[in-house]
């Protein structure tokens, strides 16, 4: 017989001679405990150290039966060189295709047959056949008791020599199966086959290996080989009877290296998982630092595939395929909410985690940008300097919202002699310290705007010459470009300068102490007084010219400690139309008037911007109350607004001529640029920018500033929301009709709090009335609110 001699274990059998199994068995040495009959193979295959301990062992055994097992090769010796050819005439190695389609017994499905069928993609049970069902199905018993009809598609084996099988004793079949079953040798057939170039059925391989294909023993080659995804492949199949045949060693080998690198990543991942069941498991204080997770690669991977995961920024289809994996050996679904929840359980992101903040990955500034920071606050190489008028003998007025870091205007005025009011808004000069193309000025176009968060402010400038060199200060000597404005009796403007000037801010008001200083009426501030009237005026004559008033409730809020679970919020609520905003508002829009003109009298290229007026009178609105509920109604007909960087566009809804933003250079980057062209056309300079590379630059701006709109809108949201769920439940809340969005369906106005919300409302309410409502539920995760009348 042609048989081969492995560490001590021949395969093929001849009538009369023992099976494989009975020769690796516990009468030489415990099975078990042998990795395979190929010990010197899986060396060369890559089986590694594990191989070799195992060696060892079965050497230390066989050292013990040593002489019984030298019996046995000898004679397996004798075996192979007398029957070599015999049996290989008796068992055959044939390749021809007559004798491989002979292997494929044609068998069909009748009562009482026992098969394995496949119940989904991963689960195959047995079952006995009870009867047909219709004219292909079939019902069967399976191996729990169930009943159910299949298709002949779904059997996967039908185990030879059974007939009327009772259903009562698949477990039992199963658990002898099971009792027998030796995936380890499987190996040893691989190698005597390959080497043969043999190929089986799962009848011919039990009878190889336990010499017998009876039904369990078929059943068990059956599983073996089916189970395989290393030593053998399908190379035909009919009806229900399969071919295998031994892949090559090349094959193999790079099979096992998979296998083991898979078996390696699955215990990677039990330790991963085991990870984060203890960091959840942690009080909130006790939990692992964000930092403590990078310090092993193999974690800090897995855990950015999580964050990528959380944020719907995957880099590559295996961090998708790791986190996926992570969440679900976590028992959570593959989401990016799970995800996030997750990371916030075990501390990774703060339980008020920003995503979108996250997702925007404000970019740090460069070493290079740093560094010419401080080169430009320690050298002082102002291109006006000569060319400053010293207008330090006016009262300065800078008014913004308390927390302001970047201050970016101020104001002055006088009372001419004629009655006339002439007023200078004074806007801080950054120019004087950035050139056109320079790394911070690239820097700050990257960005396109400051941020502000309720919880961070991220500065367009870097932080130190933001506030320290370029925004205004109270009491300091601070360069500005000022623009003069005097207007006539009715508010329009009678005359105005541009120029660079010196000033020293004598006030930094809040909104809420200058209009507390304006009710006072203080006669050493009636240079307020001045400015308020003025603020009247502009506002009226606008509103003859068609302007519309859009001024609402705004809210603020002020996070002090966004990573603690329960941080601190302090919320602001800012009535647009009061004295103070009103007169700041007014003071910026005169000074985009002005600015338009003038580049429109000089022909200079600047970001104009205009607003069309909707084709809708506002006379159409004039029944509804002044205010939120009107300004609602403006909003929802209001065109979008547009830019020309030539020629000034007419600005409708402000109700002027033209209009640039100027006032904001520290913060807005379009703001910048129209001081570039200003302050260049002043010195007699070639303009560093024309209409089309304005436009470029604007466009791409525009861009980052939407981005970062969107991030302040969702962030203030979700910390309004924040709010509300923290409130009492009883807690009433003044509420103001907006519209009516379906029958009693209404937008609503929380004026506490300066967030919109909708409800049902009851009869007889109408658009501009309060009505009193209590929150059912705030989820600022989810930007879920619900409201409801009482």
């Known amino acids: 017989m042609a048989t081969r001699a492995i560490n001590g274990c021949g395969l093929l059998r001849t009538a009369g001679y023992p099976p494989l199994a009975s020769f690796v068995s516990l009468r030489f040495f415990d099975r078990r405990r042998c990795p395979s009959a190929l010990c010197e193979r899986n060396h060369t295959l890559g089986h590694g150290s594990s191989w070799s301990l195992q060696r060892s062992e079965l050497n230390r055994q066989l050292r013990y039966g040593h002489s019984l097992v030298d019996s046995v090769m000898e004679e397996l010796a004798v075996i192979r060189a007398n029957r070599r050819i015999r049996a290989s005439v008796k068992l055959g190695f044939p390749s021809s295709k ?46 729990n008791g169930v009943m159910s009809s299949i298709r002949p598609q779904q059997v996967t084996y039908i185990i030879p020599g059974i007939e009327n099988f009772d259903e009562t004793n698949i477990s039992d079949f199963v658990q002898k199966a099971q009792d027998i079953l030796d995936p380890s040798i499987l190996e040893c057939a691989w190698a005597e086959l390959l080497e ?25 080659a059956h599983l073996l080989l089916s189970r395989d995804d290393i030593y053998f492949s399908t190379v035909d199949r009919k009806g229900y009877c399969c071919i295998y045949e031994p892949r090559p060693s090349i094959q193999v080998e790079e099979l096992i290296k998979r296998k083991l690198v898979k078996e390696s990543s699955e215990k990677d ?76 359980d075990i501390g ?44 330090t003998f006016l009262k300065v007025y800078a008014i913004d919202v308390d927390e302001a870091d970047e201050l970016d205007d101020a104001l002055s005025v006088t009372r001419l002699p004629d009655g006339r009011i002439k007023v200078w808004i004074h806007v801080a000069d950054p120019t004087c310290f950035v050139a056109p ?24 400038f870097p932080e130190k010459l933001a506030m320290e060199g370029m925004s205004l200060q109270q009491g300091k000597l601070c360069k500005a470009v000022s ?24 006030y930094m008001l809040t909104y809420e102490s200058a209009t507390e200083l304006l009710h006072l009426n203080l006669e050493e501030e009636a240079e307020l007084r001045i400015l308020s009237e003025a603020a009247l005026l502009r506002f009226q004559w606008r509103r003859d010219q068609g302007a519309i008033d859009t001024s609402t409730i705004e809210p603020r809020i002020k996070v002090a400690n966004p990573d603690d679970p329960e941080p601190s919020i302090t919320l602001y609520v800012e009535d647009q139309s009061n004295p103070a905003m009103r007169l700041v508002s007014e003071m910026m829009i005169l000074c985009g008037e002005a600015i338009a003109t003038f580049g429109s009298c000089n022909n200079i290229p600047l970001p104009y911007r205009g607003q ?33 960087f030539r020629t000034p566009v007419r600005h409708g809804v402000l109700g002027i001529p033209g209009y640039v933003q100027f006032t904001s250079p520290i913060r807005r980057y379009i703001d910048l640029l129209a001081h570039y062209q200003v302050k260049a056309f002043i010195r007699g300079e070639t303009l560093p920018l024309s ?50 969005i379906k029958d009693r369906t209404a937008a609503l106005l929380l004026v506490e709090v300066g967030i919109q919300a909708t409800a049902v409302v009851s009869m007889g309410k109408e658009i501009g009335d309060e009505i009193r409502v209590i929150v059912d539920e705030s989820h600022p995760r989810d930007d879920v609110l619900f409201v409801r009348e009482v």
């Open 98 to 143: 007559e004798l491989f389609d002979s292997k494929l017994e044609k068998r069909t499905l009748e009562k009482g047959l026992l098969l394995e069928f496949r119940k989904d993609s991963e689960k195959t049970l047995l079952a006995v056949v009870k009867k047909p069902d219709g004219k292909k199905n079939w019902m069967v018993c399976d191996q």
């Open 348 to 391: 990774y992101f703060p339980v008020h985690v920003n995503l979108d903040l996250l997702k925007l990955n404000i970019p740090e500034y460069s070493e290079e940008a740093l560094s010419a920071t401080d080169n430009i606050l320690m050298v002082s190489n102002d291109p006006d300097e000569g060319n400053r008028k010293d207008l």
């Open 612 to 644: 069309p007026q909707s084709y809708i009178s506002t006379s159409a609105f004039s029944h509804l109350p002044e205010g939120p509920v009107r300004s609602a109604a403006y909003v929802k007909i209001m065109r979008a607004a547009e830019m020309n």
């Open 691 to 740: 209409a089309s590379e304005l436009e470029g630059i604007a466009c791409l701006v525009n861009v980052h500033t939407r981005v970062a709109r969107r991030l302040q809108n969702s962030s203030l949201r979700y910390w309004l929301l924040e709010y509300l769920r923290r409130q009492p439940r009883e807690r009433k809340f003044c509420a103001l009709i907006l519209r009516f």
């Open 269 to 344: 991942l039990e330790e991963f998982v085991h990870l984060l069941m203890s960091a959840k498991a942690l009080p909130a204080q006790s939990k692992p630092s964000k930092s403590s997770w990078m310090k092993e690669d193999k974690v800090k991977t897995k855990i950015e595939s999580l964050e990528a995961y959380s944020l719907d920024m995957l880099k590559s289809d295996e961090q998708r395929k790791t986190a996926g994996n992570i969440l679900k050996a976590m028992g959570l679904m593959r989401t990016s909410s799970a995800a996030v929840n997750l990371l916030i």
């Open 437 to 460: 193309g320079s790394i911070v000025d690239r820097e700050a176009m990257r960005r396109g705007t400051s941020i502000f968060l309720p919880t961070a402010t991220y500065p367009m």
């Open 483 to 506: 623009v003069s404005v005097t207007l006539h009796q009715n508010g329009s403007i009678a005359d105005f300068t541009i120029e660079n000037s010196i000033i020293r801010p004598t």
């Open 196 to 220: 043969h170039n043999k190929s089986v059925t799962a009848e011919e391989l039990a009878e190889v290996i336990y010499g017998s294909k009876e039904s369990l023993e078929s059943y068990c």
